[in-house]
Each structure stands twice: as structure tokens, then as C-alpha cells.
């Protein structure tokens, strides 16, 4: 099969690039950046002058230096430049588990040397155990770089190489042999930035492995290497219990589930798991249950407390929701190691033949104008736990309305106004206030017949976000009749009012509403709870979102009621696209991207695009927007995107392989295109995933 084309990023000076990842060696955090290689050129004409020219790559095999060598040997010919020679490489993957940079040194012609290089620069001896844990290391790089078909990872670092690191059942028994040697060894790695302590079945060696799974459906060989891992660990029940639940073998992982549990009883992984299956069945009930106990094992988790939310969302218990979507634990987003270059004199970024489709060319066109409203959208920026509670929110939106929501906001949270005016109102009742965090734990408890709580407390003060009875009615009928989604895009938006932060108080909780004089409560406030700055953040950025989304369908329906052109450009469009999906308007997001690619390709519009022909089963549509993601990813040296591959098995195991390779050859577009999505059908005949048996 054809490879990418080779970028190559001049530099002032030679083995600058190098000397720059020497030095950034010591604060590397996790995975480390992607593969470096090096190449020192000689002039043909004349013998003197040289220069040092260099790029990134992953899903090279580096379990031997014999395998990087070869690599660097592949790149001795260069079609597009035909007047200098490369005289040496040097091929730099970094160890993330003895924290070492391994080399090899290639001299062309002459010898390979190869060695490790430590945080201080100090070279080492490089052993087979450091070359297994480099190799494992690359194929979990491969799949963290990977781009997802949106094009984001691959504008991120440019001139980036990106190889599928397992292209046959030979080098997947090689990787997850590593794997299972190295498995305890995982939490060194890190984790994702939504995990706030890294452990055996938390962090990034798992999350590559369940990634490798679900891409390739390579289900039972995940359920072998988990089966042995558990009778080491009980906790890796909770990944088996994954990989079950995905291979369709949903009693055995029910029964696994619950002899787990019997022993670990406050494992939080096996409690959010069984909590995430009765989610998926509708068993919200039970998934409420499931969910508060895993919060009580792992308190300090972020993703304990956001199943919480979203179970709560998904029984209509908006209240709870704001209230434990307000406990979440929030943690500052982590981003990968990239690489941090010197200047470059010269970028070089040829296009491979193979790939070249001129309606993927995005360099046609003039530059596209963005209103600046469009670039101060801070939600589009939002990351890790952020991003979540962000999701969460919208949706609670999508479903209740904007109004419904303020509403709800300003019965659970004190808000400012309210803080203000009563501040020098006091009572002489001193009563205790329950938490915010055990209010969402224990749920809201049903009213008795008399109109009091059934559930209360021993001093008659009951666990309720709000307990008098006019607020319990506008509670039921906020729930059984919610308000039209024609709220959110009203053309009035109610802007939020601030609400009191902790902060303000000088407390994190509800007794610093004391007065310091009387240390009584106040009366307006006892059943209310503080809402923390990142939470109000969040509805100021929402409301903005909304703003912007309201003036752009207004705009549009008084367009299309006066038969006039609605222009935007093509990047405008995108925006709008994401926005509208970030709210969950998604047939509104279809109609944009589809608007963006009238005017200009774009790898984010056609992905999102795709995805609407998913949801609506369209094969035919999403096999041509496919071809055309595939060739830009090629484009940008990409041969390799998980998100796309497993899209492609996916319509293998329900149209069949046969049908899938016809309807791609069946597309009017130039046979080496057409040959890139075939690769990818090649990949799924190798692992034999289902529809491929014919």
C-alpha cells in the first residue's frame, strides 16, 4: 500500500529540533510527544553544504532498533527533491514508563547505534525490557494522536506522520503480550484529564487498550487478556465487564458484574460500569442506585459524579441534576505532550499524488471572514471535565428551555439579588442545612399526604433542594409538562442573573450565610445552596451560546420569509455547526456543515455531516463522505484514523464487505482514491470482524 508523502520542516540550524527535545525531556508528564526524526542532507553539487531537515511520526514499530532503522532508510529517496542526499538519521520515541528518550543513530552509508537518553542527558545502555516498553508506548502514542476524521489533531502539529501501529493478528499478539506484562505498570502514564488519580484500570494504558478493542471488534482477544489480568486483580473486572458488554455477551458480564462487586463492594469502576449498563437498558432506577454508591466509593472522581447527572437528567429530576452537576470535582485540563519547535526557515508539505481530489482542496478560495461574535465563543474552547459539565447543561437545556432552567437555578442556588437584599435579615432560628452533595446522593424525597416529608431528618429538617409546597408544585409541573423547545430560540433571551459563589462568602458551604453577631440563618436562604464560579461560569457561557444561536435562526427564518439570500462564509458556517451541536440541535448543525461544504471542503463539516447519515442508516451517503475524509486524511499524511476505521467495520458487519467495496468502486472518482478506503476494508478482512467471512 502507498505511504503518505514525507513533510520535511527546514532548520535554521542543523539539529536544532533535537537539541529542543533534549531539553524539553524533563517535563514531559505522560505519553510524550510523537516520534521524532531527524535527517542531515547533503547538496549533490556541492559536497559541503548541509542542512537539517526533520518531522514527526507515529505507528512506527519500536520494538527493535533494527525496526526504526528501517524506517529511516525509507526516507534515503525523495522524489521532490532530487539535488541533495541524506547522509544520517536519527530516530528519537520516547519511554514514557523509565521516562527515557531511545535513539537510533543511522549513518548512511555505514552503521546503526543505538541508545537512551535520561532527563539529564546522560546516555544509557538500551536493553530488550526498554525496547518492549518503548513498543508499547508507540502503539498507545498511535492511537492518542490519532486524528478522529474532524481534522483537530491534525492541525494541532503539522508535519506529522500518522501509521496504523497493528496491521495483522501477528502484531496484535505481540502488542497485547506487552500489554499484559506491562499492565500494572500502568498508572505511571497518566490518565485522561477527566480522571483525578491515576490506576490499574484507569489510565492510558487501559484507555488504548479498550480503544484497540472497540476500533478493530477485536473483542474476544480483549476478553482473553482481561480474563487472565483479573485473576491477578478483581478490579480489572470492570474492563472485562466492557469488552463483554460490547461483544454482545451482556448475561456473562451481568454475572461478573455482580460476583465482583460481592468482593469489592466500593469499587467505583465496577459500580459506574454496572450504572452505565442500566443506563443504556432504561433501568434509571436502578442506574440511580448504581450511580450514588460509586459517588460515595469515589468521591473525589469527576465521572462518578457526572453519571450521577446524567441519570438524574434522564429521570427529569432537573433540581438534582443542577445540584450534583455543582459537586462535580473539577480538575485543570491536562493537554498531550506536543512538541515544542524551534523556527523553522522553510515548511515543506507535499501532496501524494494518490490523494490529490480537487473538492477536498481547501487551499481554493479567499480567506474567509468570521464576525467577531463568532470568535468569542468560549464554549468551543471548553476541554475535559469542562466540556462534560458543559454537555450536561445543554442537554438539560434542550430538554426543559432556557426560562424552565433559570427557574430551577434560581430555586436551588442563592442568587445574587436575593443575597443582597436580605443579607441584613436574620432570623432566631438556628437550624442545620443539609449538603449540597448529600441532597443529590439521597435524591429528592415524595411528599406525604399531609404535605410533609416522609423522609426527613431526625430534627424534622428533611434532605430536599426545595421543601415548601408551592415549590414542589412548580417542581411537578415542571416536570410533567416541560416547556416547548421554542424557548431556547425565542428571540428574547433572558440573561442570567449572577448567583453567590462560595467565594463570596468565604466558605464552600451553606452555614456562611451566618450573620457572625447573631449566627442565626437566614430564612430566605435555609433551603438553598451556594453554586460554584464554574458552574455560574458555565450558564453565563451558555447563555451567550444561546444568544448567538437565536440571532442566527431569526435571522434566517426572516431571510427565507422575505426569499432572500442568507450569506455566510464558509468557516461561519462550521462555527455555526458546532455551536448548534454543542446545544443539540442537530438537524440545525446538519443544515450548516451542509451550507460550509456548498462553499469550501471541510474535514469537521463532513464528519458531522457523516454522522447525521449514520444516525439515519444512509450507507451509501456515509461510504462518500468516508472516501472523501479518507483522501484528506492521506492528504495531511494521515494513513491512519481510528474513528474512521471503526465507522468502516461497522458498515462491514451490517452491509458486508462485498457490498461496502462495490458501492466504494461503484463512486466516479480516480482509482487511487478509490484505493485508500479500500485499505481500509483490507484492515477488517485481516481481523476478520464480522460481514467479512464472504
Given amino acids: 500500500m502507498v505511504a503518505p508523502a514525507v513533510p520535511e520542516i527546514v532548520e535554521e540550524e542543523i539539529e536544532a529540533a533535537v537539541a529542543s527535545r533534549n531539553e524539553a525531556l524533563p517535563t514531559l508528564r505522560e505519553l510524550g510527544p510523537p516520534d521524532l526524526v531527524h535527517l542531515v542532507k547533503q547538496s549533490i553539487k556541492s559536497g559541503n553544504k548541509q542542512n537539517g531537515v526533520y518531522h514527526h511520526v507515529t505507528g512506527i514499530d519500536a520494538s527493535s532498533s533494527a525496526s526504526l532503522a528501517a524506517y529511516v532508510n525509507t526516507l534515503t529517496y525523495n522524489p521532490n527533491d532530487k539535488s541533495s542526499k541524506v547522509i544520517s538519521g536519527l530516530y528519537c520515541c520516547y519511554n514514557a514508563f523509565s521516562r527515557l528518550d531511545m535513539r537510533v543513530d543511522v549513518k548512511i552509508p555505514g552503521g546503526v547505534e543505538s541508545y537512551c537518553i535520561d532527563e539529564r542527558g546522560d546516555k544509557r545502555v538500551a536493553s530488550d525490557a526498554l525496547w518492549m516498553e518503548t513498543f508499547l508506548c508507540g502503539v498507545l502514542r498511535a492511537y492518542a494522536y490519532a486524528d478522529d476524521g474532524s481534522g483537530e489533531s491534525i492541525k494541532k502539529i503539522i508535519g506529522v506522520r500518522r501509521f496504523d501501529p497493528i496491521t495483522s493478528t501477528e ?4 502488542f497485547l503480550d506487552a500489554a499484559e506484562r506491562l499492565f500494572f505498570k500502568g498508572p505511571q502514564l497518566g490518565s485522561d484529564p477527566e480522571v483525578q488519580v491515576p490506576n490499574n484500570v484507569s489510565n492510558h494504558l487501559t484507555t488504548g487498550l479498550i480503544n484497540y478493542i472497540h476500533t478493530t471488534g477485536r473483542y474476544t482477544s480483549g476478553i482473553n487478556l482481561f480474563e487472565k489480568l483479573r485473576t491477578r486483580d478483581m478490579e480489572v473486572s470492570s474492563l472485562l465487564a466492557r469488552v463483554m458488554i460490547s461483544a454482545d455477551e451482556e448475561v456473562q458480564a451481568v454475572k461478573l458484574l455482580h460476583d465482583a462487586i460481592a468482593k469489592l463492594p466500593m469499587d467505583y469502576s465496577l459500580l459506574d460500569c454496572q450504572a452505565t449498563f442500566c443506563q443504556g437498558k432504561g433501568r434509571l432506577d436502578w442506574a440511580s442506585e448504581c450511580a450514588k454508591r460509586a459517588v460515595t466509593a469515589a468521591p473525589s472522581e469527576f465521572s462518578t459524579w457526572a453519571r450521577l447527572a446524567e441519570v438524574y437528567v434522564g429521570l427529569e429530576q432537573w433540581d438534582l441534576a443542577l445540584l450534583t452537576l455543582n459537586s462535580c470535582p473539577m480538575f485543570t485540563y491536562q493537554d498531550k505532550d506536543i512538541p515544542r519547535m524551534p523556527e523553522a526557515t522553510r515548511i515543506l508539505l507535499p501532496v501524494l499524488p494518490e490523494s490529490m481530489l480537487d473538492e477536498i482542496d481547501e487551499t481554493s478560495g479567499t480567506y474567509d471572514e468570521v464576525h467577531p461574535s463568532l470568535r468569542k465563543l468560549h464554549a468551543a474552547g471548553y476541554k475535559g471535565t469542562f466540556l462534560k459539565a458543559y454537555s450536561i447543561l445543554t442537554e438539560i437545556t ?16 442563592v442568587m445574587e439579588e436575593e443575597y443582597r437584599s436580605e443579607k441584613q435579615t436574620v432570623t ?16 429528592t424525597p415524595s411528599p406525604g399526604l399531609n404535605g410533609t416529608n416522609s423522609d426527613s431528618q431526625p430534627n424534622g429538617e428533611a434532605y430536599s433542594a426545595v421543601d415548601d409546597e408551592e415549590t414542589i408544585n412548580d417542581r411537578q409541573s415542571a416536570l410533567t409538562s416541560p416547556p416547548d423547545s421554542a424557548t431556547i430560540v425565542d428571540e428574547s433571551i433572558e440573561k ?5 459563589t462560595p467565594e463570596v462568602v468565604k466558605s464552600g458551604n451553606e452555614d456562611t450565610l451566618d450573620s457572625s453577631e447573631t449566627n442565626a440563618k437566614y430564612t430566605q436562604f435555609y433551603n438553598k445552596r451556594l453554586c460554584e464560579r464554574w458552574l455560574d461560569n458555565l450558564f453565563m457561557v451558555l447563555y451567550e451560546d444561546l444568544r448567538i444561536y437565536t440571532i442566527w435562526r431569526t435571522d434566517m ?43 469550501k471542503f471541510s474535514p469537521k463539516a463532513m464528519k458531522g455531516v457523516m454522522k447525521d447519515y449514520e444516525n439515519r442508516a444512509k450507507s451509501g ?41 462495490s458501492i466504494v468502486q461503484a463512486t466516479s472518482l480516480p482509482q487511487p482514491v478509490l484505493d485508500l478506503t479500500h485499505r481500509y476494508v483490507e484492515l477488517c478482512v485481516a481481523f476478520r470482524s464480522n460481514g467479512t467471512e464472504a
Fill in 171 to 174: 502484531m496484535e499478539h505481540k
Fill in 398 to 413: 434542550a430538554k426543559i428551555g432556557w426560562d424552565q432552567l433559570l427557574k430551577i437555578r434560581s430555586q436551588v442556588f
Fill in 428 to 443: 432566631s432560628d438556628h437550624t442545620s442545612n443539609p449538603n449540597a452533595s448529600t441532597t443529590a446522593l439521597r435524591g
Fill in 496 to 500: 442570567p442573573e449572577h448567583t453567590i
Fill in 557 to 599: 427564518a426572516r431571510a427565507q420569509s422575505e426569499s432572500s439570500d442568507y450569506r455566510k462564509s464558509a468557516e461561519e458556517w462550521e462555527i455555526l455547526g458546532e455551536l448548534a451541536e454543542r446545544l443539540h440541535h442537530f438537524p440545525e448543525a446538519v443544515e450548516a456543515y451542509q451550507a460550509c461544504l456548498r462553499i
Fill in 621 to 661: 451517503e456515509m461510504l462518500q463522505a468516508m472516501i472523501r475524509l479518507i483522501a484528506w486524511q492521506y492528504r495531511w499524511y494521515s494513513e491512519f484514523s481510528p474513528a474512521l476505521l471503526r465507522v468502516v467495520r461497522k458498515l462491514i458487519e451490517n452491509e458486508g464487505a462485498v457490498k461496502v467495496r
